[in-house]
């Protein structure tokens, strides 16, 4: 993994780098540090990266203006900073944690358990929008306007209930830890938002189908379909 970290006290970003080197072991590749936003900007655009962790106040720099880009890139973000009454708001932009300073590293262990797959612990609290570019710029999605998302390679497709389609850099496996636990991973390349599934259909051949509210018809992979045929039984 390469992990960049953005803290402007050199002591705790010292710190913080050998502690990440330390529980991700062989896993880490670089960990590289930044002070400033400027900094962090000029760097994100020349590497790619697959961690982000974040301070939130730069010497009087807002954090908030590189995690709202950040959010719509393909990497994770992880927030360490002892702004805690700034943890809500970051979990809504869809940080995968939030890490309040002072911490240990038993803590920024956790932290990065969220990356497994499966997911060894849920986000304490799920995302409420998302953040892509479109054209350029960046475009905020209200996670309520979301019927479903497709995996499109390394990206994934937002399905919007309006009829429109975003892309995020993200892939759906990076959205599904994110996400509120309504959405359910239906399928290798979809995700659903369980709320608007009215029926499912068997056909031969051991093919199973999810049909929507608006008559939106989606593959349903075969070891979800007990699970999902019993939740929908539940009401």
């Known amino acids: 993994m390469r992990i960049l970290v953005v803290e402007d006290e050199k002591v705790a970003a010292r710190r913080l780098a050998r502690l990440v080197k330390e529980v991700l072991g062989d896993k880490t590749t670089t960990v590289d540090i930044r002070e400033s936003l400027e900094e962090s900007q000029q760097y994100l655009a020349r590497h790619s990266i697959d961690i982000l962790l974040l301070d939130l106040n730069l010497s009087g720099q807002n954090g908030f203006d590189l995690l709202t ?37 038993e803590r920024l262990m956790r932290a990065f ?84 599934v009215v029926n499912v259909h068997i056909h031969g051949g051991g093919k199973y189908e999810l049909e929507l509210r608006d008559g939106i018809v989606l593959p349903l992979s075969r070891s979800r379909y007990k699970e999902l045929s019993e939740r929908l039984a539940q009401g």
């Not at 805690?84 to 240990?104: H, M, N, S």
């Not at 306007?145 to 759906?172: P, T, W």
């Open 69 to 105: 880009r950040a959010v719509a890139e393909s990497f994770q973000t992880i927030i360490v900073s002892a702004n805690t009454d700034q943890a809500i708001r970051a979990y809504e932009y869809g940080v995968l944690d939030f890490v309040p300073k002072p911490f240990e590293k």
């Open 113 to 196: 358990e969220r990356l497994e797959k499966p997911p060894a612990q849920p986000v304490p609290q799920p995302a409420q929008v998302l953040v892509v570019r479109n054209q350029g710029r960046l475009q905020i999605i209200p996670v309520d306007q979301v019927l479903y998302l497709q995996g499109a390679g390394d990206y994934a497709e937002i399905h919007l209930r309006d009829g429109g389609v975003a892309l995020h850099s993200k892939s759906l496996e990076s959205l599904e830890r994110i996400l509120p636990g309504r959405f359910s991973r239906t399928h290798k390349s979809y995700i659903v938002d369980m709320r608007e």
